[in-house]
């Protein structure tokens, strides 16, 4: 994958979670068809977008480090180990700042 096709693939992420968050913040209930009627009770759908915006700011973050990176010229390589990521890896995660082996490192500690 080069540099400009990895450049369009996280725009579009970007755009797509700038999106979703958007969404998520103005609209806190939950995807299930549920009206906001029933908000008092329904905390739990609360706390479910706030979990869905919560995971959408950290991947946002990771796709604009990724765009640092490529402007940079450390795209693709990982950013602990400093290893090519793999191929194959980008494309199905163009995020992604570590190879496969210092990620699940990483997993583990957490
Ligand atoms: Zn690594």
Known sequence: MDDATA???LKNMLAELDRSITVLRGDPAPPDGRSAADA????TGADRA???????TRQR????DALKRLDSGDYGTC????DPVPEGR?????????C?????VRERRR
């Open 79 to 82: 950013v602990d180990c400093g």
């Open 40 to 43: 008092g009770s329904d905390l």
């Open 7 to 9: 450049r369009n693939q």
């Open 100 to 104: 496969v082996e210092c990620q699940s």
């Open 50 to 56: 706030q979990a869905m915006i919560d995971v959408a």
């Open 61 to 64: 973050t990771a796709v604009l």
């Open 90 to 98: 980008l494309a199905a995660r163009p995020e992604a700042a570590r």
